[in-house]
């Protein structure tokens, strides 16, 4: 039986962008298949609505963030991902540049939390993200970004495991190529989370101004 976002949300909700910094959905990111599917996709429009609809509500918005140094400390090339973005020739994400700031279309607004990393594929790994949650009495999440490949689902995991209700709207994330999104958003996401849309997860939240 489908969750009801309305009743869900009554309970304590919070967004969160997933790695939507310039220097990784911007034509200099460093996976051009990811910039691409996003310049396809209707990801940034469809996130900014659900930004400002949490925000109109008076829900906290959360941009989880990657950040480098540029000796590159602080990150072990222990996976292909990190090899494959260092190579690249992409700028990097150092804190305070222009490549790792939130995209403009998402903000960030005043009274939203950034959650930086150095390492790990997860919002949730060595960061403050939990502590900050459950400050704020967030009880459900929902997942905006990039991407279905291992940050959004890693962060659906360890967000499960620490006994959140995970809501990911398919036409606010994507994976690369973006049939294998969906096979991600059909075949595990949806075993973890309630898989809806965005224009849902907005009447909802307008829902909360009432």
């Known amino acids: ?6 009743t869900l949300f009554r309970s304590g909700v919070a967004v969160i962008t997933t790695e939507c910094q310039r220097g990784v959905l911007g034509p200099d990111g460093p996976l051009p298949a990811l910039v691409e599917a996003v310049g396809a996709s209707g990801l940034v429009p469809n996130g900014a609505r659900v930004l400002d609809a949490a925000r109109a509500a008076g829900r906290p918005v959360l941009h989880g963030t990657v950040h480098r140094r540029a000796d590159g400390g602080g990150v072990t090339m222990n996976c292909r991902l990190f090899t ?3 190579r690249s020739g992409a700028p990097p994400l150092l804190a305070g540049s222009d490549a790792a700031r939130v995209i403009e279309e998402f903000g960030p607004a005043e009274l939203d939390y950034e959650v930086p990393r150095y390492h790990g594929v997860s919002l949730f790994h060595d960061t403050e993200l939990d502590s ?6 967030v009880r459900t999440v929902v997942l905006l970004g990039a991407s279905l490949n291992v940050a959004i689902i890693g962060t659906c995991i360890e967000a499960v495991n620490r006994g959140y209700q995970v809501v990911v709207p398919r036409d606010g994330v994507l994976g690369i190529p973006p049939e294998y ?7 595990s996401i949806r075993m973890l989370a309630t898989v809806t849309d965005c224009a849902s ?8 101004e009432a």
């Not at 900050?132 to 009495?137: C, F, T």
């Open 181 to 187: 999104g969906e096979a991600m958003l059909d075949g």
């Open 132 to 137: 900050i949650l459950r400050s704020l009495e």
């Open 201 to 208: 997860v907005v009447r909802a939240l307008q829902s909360l």
């Open 84 to 86: 494959a973005t260092a």
């Open 1 to 6: 039986m489908p969750i009801d976002l309305n």
